[in-house]
């Protein structure tokens, strides 16, 4: 069987490897704060829940394998904070995050609030790893904080027509 490495583990290693020098400077502090940031309340609250579920489950699972950062143990901890899918919420909320001194984010869900808040965290150093921005801008302002784990709407959009016509053999009929 092929193991892979999921997206989330994915996006919580780099931001663990950009993040590691800030728990070199907490020598008395073991915990390790990553932030989840997406729309846990109003119509999108289900993504925002499942993203949130995703990676506590991630990181009960890094927990479990009793971590160490500079030969000290450590803790994972998950700081969630609600965008309600909301850029001008989104803003704020980074700024909580960055606040409470995260090393990395997971999120926002949309583009739309993902490019304002990477502007937060490009100014606080953070990186902030999207699972499901698609739109070119928020790559495009060539922060090197802000990673994407999905691709473009016009890539996907093509391999999603592709497969329908190809796989599914579908076609038009107007």
Request: charge should be negative; charged fraction near 15%.
């Amino acid at each position: 069987m092929k193991k892979t490495l999921s997206p989330l583990l994915f996006a919580f290693a780099a931001a663990l490897t950009f993040g590691a020098a800030e728990v070199a400077h907490a020598q008395n502090d073991q915990v390790v704060l990553i932030g989840l940031a997406g729309p846990l309340s109003g119509p999108s609250a289900r993504t925002g829940k499942d993203l949130q579920n995703g990676a506590q489950l991630a990181l009960d699972d890094a927990n479990a394998k009793h971590p160490v950062i500079n030969g000290k143990p450590v803790l994972y901890k998950l700081v969630t904070a609600d965008d309600q899918a909301d850029p001008r919420t989104a803003v704020t909320v980074a700024q909580q995050l960055v606040d409470q001194h995260v090393i990395g984010v997971v999120g926002h869900w949309n583009t739309g609030c993902s490019l304002p808040a990477s502007r937060v965290y490009h100014e606080a150093g953070i990186p902030e790893i999207a699972p499901a921005s698609t739109g070119h801008p928020y790559t495009q302002q060539g922060y090197n904080t802000a990673f994407r784990i999905i691709g473009h709407d016009d890539i996907g959009g093509g391999d999603a027509g592709a497969y329908a016509v190809k796989t599914l053999k579908a076609s038009a009929s107007w």
